[in-house]
Every structure is written in C-alpha cells, then in structure tokens.
T-cell receptor, first 116, second 113 residues
Framework: SAVISQKPSRDICQRGTSLTIQCQVD?????MFWYRQQPGQSLTLIAT?????????ESGFVIDKFPISRPNLTFSTLTVSNMSPEDSSIYLC?????????????FGSGTRLTVV | GEDVEQSLFLSVREGDSSVINCTYT??????LYWYKQEPGAGLQLLTY?????DMKQDQRLTVLLNKKDKHLSLRIADTQTGDSAIYFC?????????????FGTGTRLTIIP
C-alpha cells in the first residue's frame, strides 16, 4: 500500500496566523483527500484534490480558509488560514489506493494542530 | 439522514469477542470499511467488504453486512490489549461520479484485563 509522509506531525500556532501542512506519497495517485478530525469527533472531509485542477470543497469548507495545492501526482499541501482556536484539530491526508475503491484508502499519520 | 452511526463506547474482557456495530445510510454504497485509530496515530485500514457480500473473514476479524437493514458489524475474536483503539466504519459514497468516504462516529474499544 501507499506510504504517506505528513508534516508537521504537530504544531502550536498563534491565532490569526496560517499553517501549511504537507503530504508526500511514495507513489503517483490521482486523488488526494484532506480531512479534519476535531477533538473527540469523527473525520470530516474538507476537500478532494486532483492534480491539475482546483480542489473540490465539501459543504462548510471554503478555499479562502483552506487553500490546497496539488502540483504533481505525489504531493499536496493544505493551508489553514487566519487560524482561531476552533481550528484546533487533527488534519489528515488520504489517498485512494491504486487498483480502485476495493483496495481502500490510506491515511497519513495526521497533523495535530493547537491554536492558542 | 446523512449520519453513519456507531455506539460510542464498548468494553470487553481480554480473550472475549468484541462486536462493533455500524448503521450506514446510502444503499448505493459500493464498499464499506473498518478503520482503527490508536492514540496519537493516524487511521489504519483493517478490512473492507464489497456491498454484494454478506460476510468476510480475515484472521481474527469477521465483517457482517446486512444490506437490507444497512447494518455493518465488525467482530474481533480473542480480543487482546493491543486491540484497544477507536474503530471507525466508513461507507464509500458516489456523488456525480466522484467517490468519497463518510465516516461513522467511532467506537472506543476498551479491554478489561
């Protein structure tokens, strides 16, 4: 299965600042996904990022707050902009395994963000 | 509704079987997944089942699917302390040709020595 390296693993940030999270995959993948997991909650999809096109955002998430880059088939970034304490969450990237849906989705180890 | 539902907590004695239940919503879901999240870690894919199957067994794990009732369960045989984690079910929903995962609320499994 794909191996995902996600950085940073954790950070503590001041409110009003921005943080960019990186996700590197060891193989080429078409679709990459960004999720948010608020404390004690389940995972919520933020957006889907395809290489060469703009990311598709889920209801409740906007590009100005969570800009995403997808410059090639192995890399993506998610920026959390103008942060507030409500943005404190774990952010995870995910890829669909090659071979299609039945092979599942692999997740990075996550970025634990605390906004103070 | 849109939610994929699970019981929040489950406690099981070491050596017993654990059964984690999940109710999903989309009858057209193609695959259903079980993920494990240990403290401070990401998500690990445990197993999955295709929607035209009733059961899938993989070593200590057994997945049962009742498509009529939209009910999915994960049975862990001979539960060990290393099985302590949060377990998420997820359904793969297709919308306008794109597929995405919708996760359940997660069940925290605690092992009693």
């Amino acid at each position: 299965s794909a191996v995902i390296s996600q950085k940073p693993s954790r950070d503590i940030c001041q409110r009003g600042t921005s943080l960019t999270i990186q996700c590197q995959v060891d193989s080429q993948v078409t679709m990459m996904f960004w999720y948010r997991q608020q404390p004690g909650q389940s995972l919520t999809l933020i957006a889907t990022a395809n290489q060469g096109s703009e990311a598709t955002y889920e209801s409740g998430f906007v590009i100005d707050k969570f800009p995403i880059s997808r410059p090639n088939l192995t890399f993506s970034t998610l920026t959390v902009s103008n942060m507030s304490p409500e943005d404190s969450s774990i952010y995870l990237c995910s890829v669909e395994e090659s071979g299609g849906t039945g092979y599942g989705y692999t997740f990075g180890s996550g970025t634990r963000l605390t906004v103070v | 509704g849109e939610d994929v539902e699970q019981s929040l907590f489950l406690s099981v004695r070491e050596g017993d079987s654990s059964v984690i239940n999940c109710t999903y919503t989309d009858s057209s879901s193609t695959y259903l997944y079980w993920y494990k999240q240990e403290p401070g870690a990401g998500l690990q894919l445990l197993t999955y089942i295709f929607s035209n199957m009733d059961m899938k067994q993989d070593q200590r794990l057994t997945v049962l699917l009742n498509k009529k009732d939209k009910h999915l369960s994960l049975r862990i045989a001979d539960t060990q302390t290393g099985d302590s984690a949060i377990y998420f079910c997820a359904e793969a929903r297709r919308n306008f040709g794109n597929e995405k995962l919708t996760f359940g609320t997660g069940t925290r499994l605690t092992i009693i020595p």
